[in-house]
């Protein structure tokens, strides 16, 4: 009984993990029933995943978008310092604050 057990659910988590993944499995569903109870996990898999790629996206897509607005910023910063003919000395530390920000 408890070899049973143990193969019932080692075979649950094997299913589980290839419906998320192309692993292969020799489990099949049988009627109609436990189709559609596959296909929902699939579309369950993929909703999952496409979340966790979604947001992955919108991280760096964000970060980007973050790091060219300071690059612009620095960029202004130091055309406005040239055209103000500000002392070398203030405009190292301007820019050295500006960066750091």
């Known amino acids: 009984e408890t070899a ?30 436990e189709r559609a109870f596959t296909v929902l996990c699939l579309i369950c898999g993929m909703v999952f995943f496409s ?10 897509t ?3 978008l973050r790091k060219q607005a300071k690059a612009k910023d620095l ?4 055309k406005f310092l040239r055209q103000a003919a500000v002392p070398t000395p203030l405009v190292i530390a301007a820019q050295k604050q500006g960066a750091d920000r």
């Open 51 to 60: 979340s966790i790629v979604s947001s992955l996206t919108s991280t760096i």
């Open 4 to 33: 049973g057990m143990w193969y019932q659910y080692l075979s649950c988590m094997h299913w589980s993990i290839t419906q998320m993944t192309p692993g292969s499995l020799q489990i099949h569903a049988e009627n109609s029933l």
């Open 62 to 64: 964000k970060q980007r």
């Open 75 to 78: 960029k202004t910063l130091r």
